[in-house]
């Protein structure tokens, strides 16, 4: 069964303090793996896309990083701004020959000043 | 400007009613999703459709039912076999193909009254 899993839940960080964001799957036949950040009542706006394991990705602060297990998302020095739940997705294919976007739970990040 | 619009922004129903929440896209995409979010679930697949009149279930259909008569339109109608409807409803599309990104709507608030 496809798989997406995200940790942790939640993360708390002082303005500044860099970290990473994990997002591990099992998927049969990974054809994409992307990053959405996510307001409050909003829905989930495109990050990132990786494709293949070595795969990284840049956009200011952010970084994504590929293996073929896991994804990263580096954030660096962040800002209160950064603030939201990241979700990370995989496009796997469906036994109906279909493809499916597959969802992780999200990281609720909180940036303190 | 191009973009997918989810229609109402907040839905009361009544125990017993049906109701449909309205998604229509001009990106010109051939895939149309929808997604339920819970508190703590993340984003549960509930159907998707690759092209005009054809669509699957995902992994929640129960108590839903979907069309797809044009490629700009994926209404999702909230029948009253659905036994828990609040929820926040997503609404996606995507250009079929590997890795291609997907867009979202600004979701839809269902509350049960």
């Known amino acids: 069964e496809d798989q997406v899993t995200q940790s942790p839940e939640a993360l708390r960080l002082q303005e500044g303090e860099s970290s990473s964001l994990n997002c591990s799957y099992t998927?049969?036949?990974?054809?994409?793996l992307f990053w959405y950040r996510q307001d409050p009542g909003k829905g989930p706006e495109f990050l990132f896309t990786?494709?293949?394991a070595g795969e990284e990705k840049e956009k200011e602060r952010l970084k994504a990083t590929l293996t073929k297990k896991e994804s990263f998302l580096h954030i660096t020095a962040p800002k209160p701004e950064d603030s939201a739940t990241y979700l990370c997705a995989v496009q796997a294919w469906a036994n109906t020959g279909f493809q499916k976007l597959v969802f992780g739970t999200g990281t609720r990040l909180l940036v303190s000043p | 400007d191009g973009g997918i619009t989810q229609s109402p922004k907040y839905l009361f129903r009544k125990e017993g009613q049906n109701v449909t929440l309205s998604c229509e896209q001009n990106?010109?995409?051939?895939?149309m999703y929808w997604y339920r979010q819970d508190p703590g679930q993340g984003l549960r697949l509930i159907y998707y459709s690759q092209i005009v009149n054809d669509f699957q279930k995902g992994d929640i259909a129960e108590g839903y039912s979907v069309s797809r008569e044009k490629k700009e339109s994926f209404p999702l109608t909230v029948t009253s076999a659905q036994k828990n409807p609040t929820a926040f409803y997503l609404c996606?599309?995507?250009?079929?193909?590997?890795?291609?990104?997907?867009?979202f709507g600004q979701g839809t608030r269902l509350t049960v009254v």
């Open positions: 990786l494709y293949s």
């Open positions: 990106l010109n995409h051939d895939a």
């Open positions: 996606a599309s995507r250009q079929n193909g590997r890795g291609s990104e997907a867009f």
């Open positions: 998927v049969s036949g990974l054809r994409g």
